[in-house]
């Protein structure tokens, strides 16, 4: 092995090691999941090993952040290679004694600011050009407009020491009227004096009354707690007593359903390479935004068919589009539609897993939650699996276990907030207020974690028969990177001293796209090589018509391609069909 390379126990002449780190958050994360996980799975954990790419020091974690997001995610991600590795067992005869997963740390945290790295002819997520190269799916104004996006952010509560994060979501006029503002102030083109406007009307009321004022017009929205505060709450309760993900069966009647050998298979002879875990199963993505649709992205890696489901007439944020829909086909289909809704059904009636990343009971409400889906594997004599990712967590939940806030709205920025992320983050800057870390950290690792449960539930389908229920959610993610403990003091110094001066100069209200950006660039000149052309792939995107770039994979699982047959194409690019799934050569290669 290179100095890059090492392997998961080497030393670190600091003291600590990313690697090592990744390595301690895998047991941890495997004694947090026992209950849920195969025995099966242990088998392949001695062939897990965690390395660094070329150039990178183990001993140094990239981002400006206290948390051990990098070894969370390496972590989760080695437990999918092991996932994998099991079901290739299971399909191809694969012996776990030969079996090698190794997971690059580097590509890890490339991963966790995905969005950040994809480009389209070299333009990035902050170009305004960018804006004509894409669908239009802010329907709203709600991310195209500063004034409008800055409803989403955090700031001050008439209690000085208390702050609130308030989420306009993909509207913003509800949150914005609440707060007795104007829904549109097109005399409001300045960032700071937006921040002042919105800042200046949060400051009129208490935390209680911001609660009630979102509960009564059922918007997003969450006080900032230290960790130490949500473990107090029945809600952190609830979720302490759970691990990151569940798994359990709905209906046990309808037989197994074995994987099939891959040669018998439509991406088998369309030409796709035939060992990839899932080659042959259907999965219908109903999600938008980011941690949802990263399931559906993982599993498209593995080989799994992942048609995305999105309506005309609801609003997303656009530049995901180029990110999170890699190796899928996407189709427009508006379930409340009588036409558009046997269509989907006739594309259900085969479906193998169901992604749903919509408010718990959204679809439900379009008959389509769990109880129907079952129904329908009755019906059709084959189990289902429907893997479900929120915000809150708890949905599931009798009522005895306390998950009070299971269907509350929530984003990103309201996990990061309300479970102690953003308390830590501030800190770690040496500021008296929490502060929403760089990047939609959360939202991938939740998608990692929604990934593993998928695969467990096949895996479950393919052995015992039945349909599976699965559940992860961005606040038990949090609450497994807050497990792991932060850094260790020196390490933090050292973050701190090499990042940028001006990313330790934000404060509580500045918006997450201004974090972000502050963070970017100050990895760019402390860590250029993650921008090397060596760490994203490069393809043609027909349906974007231009070069796209992408972070590489950091999982690597010996006998197994895990990577996209096709780069990203818009929303609503493909026919709602199953049939001829085009595989792109230039992203099978690399």
């Not at 932060?486 to 973050?495: A, C, F, I, T």
Request: aromatic residues 8%.
């Amino acid at each position: 092995m290179t100095d890059g390379e090492r392997s998961s126990r080497g030393s670190s002449q600091h003291g600590y090691s990313v690697e090592n780190g990744a390595s301690d958050a895998l047991v941890r994360l495997l004694g947090m999941c026992r209950d849920t996980l195969p025995e099966e799975y242990l088998g392949f954990q001695s062939g897990v090993s965690f390395t660094t790419s070329p150039g990178f020091a183990d001993d140094v974690p990239l981002f400006p952040c206290p948390l051990k997001e990098q070894e969370a995610t390496a972590a989760i991600r080695a437990l999918e290679g092991m996932v994998a590795s099991t079901i290739a067992q299971l399909r191809y005869g694969c012996d776990a004694r030969d079996s090698q997963i190794r997971v690059d740390v580097t590509k890890a945290a490339c991963s966790l600011m995905s969005s950040y790295m994809t480009t389209l002819d070299d333009l990035t997520k902050s170009d305004p050009e960018i804006r004509n190269r894409i669908p239009d799916t802010d329907l709203n104004g709600a991310q195209s407009i500063l004034y409008r996006r800055l409803s989403a952010n955090l700031y001050r509560t008439k209690d000085p020491a208390s702050y609130y994060h308030i989420h306009g979501s993909l509207e913003a006029t509800k949150t914005l009227q609440m707060l007795g503002l104007e829904p549109f102030r097109p005399d409001l083109q300045d960032y700071r004096e937006c921040l002042r406007t919105i800042g200046t009307a949060v400051r009129q009321f208490t935390v209680r009354q911001l609660e009630e004022m979102n509960a009564k017009e059922d918007q997003a929205g969450v006080p900032a707690l230290r960790h130490s505060e949500f473990l107090q709450t029945c809600h952190g309760k609830a979720l302490d007593r759970m691990p990151a993900f569940t798994v359990h069966a709905k209906e046990s009647a309808t037989p197994a359903v074995p994987f099939l050998e891959a040669e018998h298979t439509a991406a088998a002879a369309a030409g796709s390479p035939p060992r990839q875990a899932l080659t042959g199963i259907r999965v219908l993505e109903l999600c938008r935004v980011v941690a949802g649709p990263t399931i559906g992205r993982s599993l498209a890696a593995h080989g799994a068919s992942v048609l995305k489901v999105t309506s005309p007439h609801l609003p997303d944020v656009p530049f995901f589009q180029l990110d999170v829909n890699t190796g899928k086909h996407t189709t427009s289909l508006h379930l409340r539609d009588p036409q558009d809704r046997a269509v989907f059904e006739e594309l259900l009636a085969t479906t193998d897993v169901v992604i749903d990343g919509y408010r718990p009971g959204a679809l439900e409400g379009l008959g389509y939650g769990p109880d129907s889906l079952v129904q329908l594997a009755r019906r059709r004599g084959r189990g289902i699996v429907y893997v479900a990712e929120d915000c809150f967590g708890g949905s599931g939940l009798d009522e005895s276990a306390g998950a009070e806030w299971a269907s509350r709205r929530g984003w990103q920025q309201i996990a990061d907030c309300v479970t102690g992320v953003a308390w830590e983050q501030g800190r770690f800057m040496r500021l008296d207020e929490p502060i929403v870390p760089p990047f939609p950290m959360s939202d991938y690792g939740t998608g990692a974690l929604g990934c593993v449960a998928a695969l467990t539930g096949l895996y479950r389908r393919a052995t015992q028969g039945g349909s599976w229920v699965c559940r992860t959610s961005l606040c038990q993610y949090n609450l497994f990177v807050l497990s792991l403990g932060l850094y260790p003091g020196d390490v933090q110094d050292r973050l701190r001293r090499a990042h940028d001066r001006a990313f330790f100069d934000l404060r509580h209200d500045d918006s997450v796209d201004e974090v972000s950006q502050r963070a970017l660039q100050s990895l760019k000149r402390v860590h250029a090589r993650l921008f090397a052309p060596e760490m994203v792939q490069q393809a043609w995107s027909r349906g974007f018509g231009g070069r796209m770039t992408w972070p590489r994979e950091a999982l690597a699982v010996q006998g197994l391609r895990v990577g996209h047959a096709r780069a990203a194409r818009p929303n609503g690019f493909d026919e709602p069909s199953w049939e001829n799934w085009e595989v792109e050569e230039e992203v099978v290669r690399q």
